[in-house]
């Protein structure tokens, strides 16, 4: 069987594969630091109906299988810790 890899040599030269090194050259330096909370507490309940009694005041889903939540509630794939800065 072959693969898309063995015609290489047929492929325009544009579409040629690149050493990723060699385009990264000047390239701004980039650092992802990662974002601490601010605070963290361990919430223990007695009861389920304390679990669901909390759920509700803070407005969240929470189960049994719940190991930790974010609050306010993070809304994910919205970027929610993008920064963008001008450094000129």
Known sequence: MSRITDFIDEWPEEWQPNDWRNEW???PEFIQEKK??????????????DLEEFAELIN???TDKTTSIWHPQLERGQDSFREYVDES
Do not use: A, H, N, V
Not at 37 to 47: D, G, L, M, V
């Open 25 to 27: 050259e000047d390239m």
């Open 36 to 49: 601490e909370p601010y605070s963290k507490i361990i919430i223990r309940f007695k009861t389920k109906g």
């Open 60 to 62: 969240q889903k929470l």
